[in-house]
């Protein structure tokens, strides 16, 4: 052992030593090229000498096209200096790296530099045939399953012959084959670059995506495909599967309601939900459902618990995950349901070295669904569950529910989900109560909605207890019970579902719990993150970041419950601590947390970081990267180049003005690079302020239960209202009133808190107000209405709150603004709304009238539209 870690850190030593004197000969040879061509002294380090190549690409090449090519390859060398340099290298990318600074030397000309190169690394060709060679040679390897020596024949044809799309494409192939995803990623990027029509690279790129696990990515190359071949089966399908994989991944991110956005809402099911649910209460079963367990069965069942303790000690290891597969096959043919269907996890989420496989996946649950629901021990009236039948069924009904290998059929899921439920499956009680809460495949009833729920939640299913505490908070579907609710919320929270301990937060302010269950409550987060429950943790990070749930805002604590989240692999904690650490300038700490918050999947992160390397901010400057993060992060490919555009004007003038980069923010590096290019002192002072506001509201992040849709405008209208763009601009005025109706409840000032929150709705819809901000002011005018019912102001709220939350129908909601606009007829906000009302409740000739009248009182263009 202790030789073969000798062995493999020479080997990783060679490496590294090899891409430094790579690096060195080029520098050395784009030194020459610089002073040969622009008359510019020696530079200092590699970086700095890319960075002033940057400068000069219009002198050395006037095309566009090669301009833009030697952009691309720059970033990777720097990216490649970067990575040996910080001894992050990797053997197994050495090839690669390689054949990057060869690709430099080739675009700039510098012949001999690349002849030294490939010499020195050993990437020598010999003729312009040997390529040729190489390739059918490389062929003939991966036809018979050697994998490595292929991939080693098509690096060396590559070497001789660098503009060859299949070469590149074909190495793929091989890494898909050895498991090297990142590089089979690269070369498939590669071979596009280089030809584009081939649809072929386009199925290689997809699948090295998707066992990325990259699916969104995944979904888009697959798209991009099929520009060229409209019915290529392969894309066709994998973009099918994948999508369904990102609403997989999306519905175990955020359970509650089970991703309800992505279900459709076909015609509905005319099915009789009442019979059905009188029919489920009855705990008899048919006799044609029960199966015989006899001692065989009894054995097979221990020998799975055996192969779920070997997964258990395993954690994650291939070859434990292998010895675990093995029981679950053999378990399977000998009849056993639960081996069939852990068989079919496997291969759904590739473990055991497998590859993901939604088909077989499918294919096996179906097979699992087929045996008795139910198992009658031999010699005995004692009925058990075959454990595996019912959860296949759950698992067919999610799959034709999300699209995921079969055609999306919500009526099918529907009925795979009943009978899933009704054979015991918690999971799919839940899943049928969101069918029937969203009116999914079946007719909406809240009522069996609520039914199903309580169902799952009494076996403690978590997702069916949050759904069912918000329905008990709502009062929808059955009488309000909020402090049922609020144990139900503790139970979930105990049991780590994600939002649990938030919506326990959110009902403890709403005052609806009392004094003594909001200390219980506010214990419960307490003690779970003490025994270091992460989501607990977060939420008191977060708590002593925002100073919300009852806590003092404190940075250092903050920081510290953050960390301690973030240790244990919370990704909303991880990213956050690298917020917080940005907003403090400690930008190289952060950017660890930002990239592995990134890496995790979180899109704002992505974009965060993206951000970074674009400007170099807390790291080496990167474009090339910042690009493919920020695409990443669902930012449109219009939106990536100007910001890319951006962030190389800022770092052009920061560097022709030797500015220096300390005690500055990113977002303060564009405020300084925009304020010098504004025309006068007044369009300076506005950016000025508007940034301010941007840098209150990054220092006082939004809580997590708040909704966050209005946060990551903040950059796109800062940039839109130093183009002197009025929407913008009355954007940030209505961000300055929100601040200041917060500082307005703080101070118990309630009538300013009233008028400002007209002021705001006026300003700017949808309100710019989070959620906790609206639930206190809603508090506040429901006592401020109860001992004074003239009081329109108050009344303008409650109204506003009702219509946000949908807790009233819109017959009150306009029996409500009819009474506002009664109480005061001089505002025109009231008749606006008013008229609002008229036209939800379909009386347009009144909602004409109304709205007539407000604009009679105050001219607000908005309302024309109205």
Not at 675 to 685: I, Q, V
Request: glycine share 6%; proline share 3%; net charge neutral.
């Amino acid at each position: 052992s202790c030789l073969r870690m000798d062995s493999q850190s020479i080997k990783n030593a060679r490496a590294a030593a090899n891409i430094h004197f790579a690096v060195s000969l080029l520098q050395e040879g784009i030194d020459a090229l610089l002073k040969r061509h622009c008359g510019l002294q020696q530079q200092p380090d590699f970086n700095t000498c890319l960075q002033m190549l940057e400068t000069q690409i219009a002198k050395l090449l006037p095309d566009a096209s090669s301009q833009d090519q030697l952009l691309k390859t720059m970033q990777l060398a720097r990216a490649t200096r970067n990575r040996y340099s910080h001894q992050e290298f990797d053997v197994n990318r050495f090839e690669h790296d390689v054949e990057c600074l060869l690709k430099l030397a080739s675009l700039l000309g510098l012949t001999e530099c690349r002849e030294q190169i490939m010499s020195f690394t050993g990437s020598v060709g010999t003729s312009g045939e040997d390529w040729e060679k190489l390739k059918i040679e490389g062929n003939e390897h991966y036809k018979n399953s050697r994998w490595t020596e292929a991939m080693n024949c098509y690096t060396g044809a590559i070497c001789i012959n660098s503009t060859q799309a299949i070469l590149y494409s074909n190495r793929a192939l091989c890494e898909i084959q050895l498991r090297k995803f990142d590089l089979a990623r690269e070369d498939a990027e590669e071979a596009i670059v280089l030809n584009p029509k081939q649809v072929k690279f386009y199925r290689t790129l997809s699948e090295a995506l998707c066992n990325l696990q990259l699916f969104e990515e995944a979904v888009a190359a697959c798209k991009d495909g099929l520009k060229i071949d409209p019915r290529d089966e392969t894309l066709l399908v994998r973009s099918r599967d994948c999508q369904a994989l990102v609403v997989d991944a999306e519905i175990k991110e955020h359970p509650v309601f089970g991703g309800a956005e992505q279900i459709r809402n076909p015609d509905a099911f005319k099915y009789n939900l009442q019979t059905t649910i009188e029919n489920s209460k009855s705990s008899d079963y048919s006799p044609a459902d029960v199966g015989t367990m006899d001692s065989a069965m009894r054995k097979m069942m221990l020998d799975v618990r055996k192969a779920h303790l070997i997964l258990l000690s395993g954690r994650g290891k291939v070859l434990e995950e292998q010895k675990a597969l093995e029981i679950f096959k053999s378990t399977a043919n000998r009849g056993s349901a639960e081996g069939l269907y852990n068989m079919a996890l496997m291969h759904k989420d590739g473990m055991a070295g497998l590859s993901r496989n939604p088909e077989r996946y499918l294919e096996l649950c179906r097979r699992t669904a087929e045996q008795k629901p139910y198992l009658k021990l031999e010699g005995s009236n004692t009925v058990l569950a075959n454990i595996g039948v019912a959860e296949a069924e759950n698992s067919i009904a999610m799959a034709y529910r999300d699209g995921f290998t079969v055609d999306q059929d919500d009526k099918l899921a529907f009925q795979w989900f009943l009978k899933s439920a009704e054979h015991g499956c918690a999971s799919a009680m839940n899943n049928l109560g969101i069918a029937l809460y969203n009116g999914s495949g079946c007719k909406q009833n809240f009522e069996s909605a609520r039914w199903w729920y309580e169902k799952s939640a009494n076996l403690g299913q978590s997702e069916g207890q949050v759904n069912l505490a918000k329905m008990l908070i709502t009062g929808v579907g059955g009488p309000e019970d909020p402090l049922k609710a609020a144990d139900l919320l503790k139970s979930a929270a105990a049991q780590g579902l994600p939002d649990a301990l938030f919506l326990l937060q959110q009902l403890q302010v709403s005052g609806t719990l009392g004094g003594k269950s909001f200390d219980s409550s506010k214990a419960v987060i307490q003690d779970l993150a003490a025994s270091n429950n992460k989501q607990a943790l977060f939420l008191m990070g977060m708590n002593y970041m925002t100073g919300e749930g009852g806590l003092a805002k404190n940075l250092a604590e903050a920081e510290k419950y953050l960390r301690q989240a973030s240790i244990l692999d919370h990704k909303e904690a991880t990213f956050e601590l690298g917020n917080l650490l940005l907003q403090q300038k400690r930008n190289e700490d952060a950017v660890v947390f930002i990239k592995r918050a990134a890496s995790s999947g979180i899109k704002d992160a992505q974009q965060t970081y993206g951000h970074l390397l674009a400007l170099g901010h807390g790291c080496a400057r990167d474009v090339t990267e910042a690009r493919r993060w920020l695409l990443r992060s669902k930012e449109s490919k219009d939106s990536v180049d100007n910001f890319i555009q951006q962030s190389q004007s800022v770092v052009e003038f920061e560097s022709a003005q030797n500015l220096s980069l300390s005690g500055f923010t990113y977002s303060e590096r564009i405020t300084r690079y925009l304020e010098s290019r504004l025309p006068n002192p007044k369009a300076a002072r506005v950016v000025n302020e508007m940034s301010s506001i941007f840098k209150r509201r990054a220092e006082n992040p939004i809580h997590p239960s708040a909704p966050t849709g209005f946060r990551f405008a903040i950059p796109l209208m800062l940039d839109r209202a130093a183009k002197g763009s009025k929407t913008a601009q009355q954007f940030f005025t209505g961000l300055k009133l929100v601040d200041d109706l917060r500082s307005a409840l703080d101070s118990n000032n309630t009538s300013e808190a009233f008028v400002l929150f007209r002021q705001i709705d006026r300003i700017w819809q949808p309100l710019l107000l989070d959620s906790e901000t609206l639930e206190n002011l809603f508090s506040v005018a429901r006592k401020a209405f109860e001992s004074n019912p003239k009081d329109s102001e108050a009344l303008f709220v409650i109204l506003h709150y009702n219509s946000c939350v949908y807790k009233r129908s819109n017959a009150e909601l306009l029996s409500m603004a009819l009474q506002c606009a009664t109480l005061n007829p001089n505002i025109a906000e009231y008749h606006n709304i008013l008229g609002c009302m008229y036209g939800f409740n379909g009386d347009f000739v009144s909602s004409l009238r109304s709205i007539e009248q407000a604009l009679e009182l105050d001219r607000n263009p908005a309302w024309l539209y109205n």
